[in-house]
T-cell receptor, first 113, second 114 residues
Framework: GENVEQHPSTLSVQEGDSAVIKCTYS??????FPWYKQELGKRPQLIID?????GEKKDQRIAVTLNKTAKHFSLHITETQPEDSAVYFC????????????FGTGTRLTVIP | DSGVTQTPKHLITATGQRVTLRCSPR?????VYWYQQSLDQGLQFLIQ???????AKGNILERFSAQQFPDLHSELNLSSLELGDSALYFC?????????????FGEGSWLTVV
């Protein structure tokens, strides 16, 4: 099956700085890569996603890049704010009839005011 | 609110017992997924159903089983519970099969085994 690795496991940044989280995946057939944000004790919420026919996607302060050749994708958050503090999960979806997501192990982001 | 409803929200039970977690997907969604999240851990995919049929199976223990009913709600049955089964169990749904459909998570069911 698919194996998604995520780094770093923890990340602390000063408010206003940028944060970058990186993920790699193993199955070259994967073609859908969402990012979820999870606040403590709450459900994961989709913040941005990218499909394999696109190299980069941006939504306000959040951007995701995808390198299919290298099988890695990254989340970039600019001008970080304290409310960005949460655990972020990347995921990959296999290119099969099923649509189950395989998640990375998560990155705990702390934005220091 | 994602539209995915899970019950119960919290559950405390003893080792060796059996519990059932229930999930109602978003209106119109045919796919239901179950994920397990242990304390400070990632999301482990357990199983997926699509329109009543099992579609994919992940790291689901033999003591666990699930099903999706004709009205599309799903239940996750956990039996012979062990302390290590204590976790947050998420249900999620998506509109249909096929690649790249957004998956929406419910609020989760907190299971504590004592």
């Amino acid at each position: 099956g698919e194996n998604v690795e995520q780094h770093p496991s923890t990340l602390s940044v000063q408010e206003g700085d940028s944060a970058v989280i990186k993920c790699t995946y193993s199955d070259s057939a994967s073609n859908y890569f969402p990012w979820y944000k999870q606040e403590l004790g709450k459900r994961p919420q989709l913040i941005i996603d990218i499909r394999s026919n696109v190299g980069e996607k941006k939504d306000q302060r959040i951007a995701v890049t995808l390198n299919k050749t290298a099988k890695h994708f990254s989340l970039h958050i600019t001008e970080t704010q304290p409310e960005d503090s949460a655990v972020y999960f990347c995921a990959a979806s296999l290119q099969t009839g099923a649509n189950n997501l395989f998640f990375g192990t998560g990155t705990r982001l702390t934005v220091i005011p | 609110d994602s539209g995915v409803t899970q019950t119960p929200k919290h559950l405390i039970t003893a080792t060796g017992q059996r519990v059932t977690l229930r999930c109602s997907p978003r209106s119109g969604d045919l796919s239901v997924y179950w994920y397990q999240q242990s304390l400070d851990q990632g999301l482990q995919f357990l199983i997926q159903y699509y329109n009543g049929e099992e579609r994919a199976k992940g790291n689901i223990l033999e003591r666990f089983s699930a099903q999706q009913f004709p009205d599309l709600h799903s239940e996750l049955n956990l039996s012979s519970l062990e302390l290590g089964d204590s976790a947050l169990y998420f249900c999620a749904s998506s509109p249909r099969e096929g690649r790249g459909n957004t998956i929406y998570f419910g609020e989760g069911s907190w299971l504590t085994v004592v």
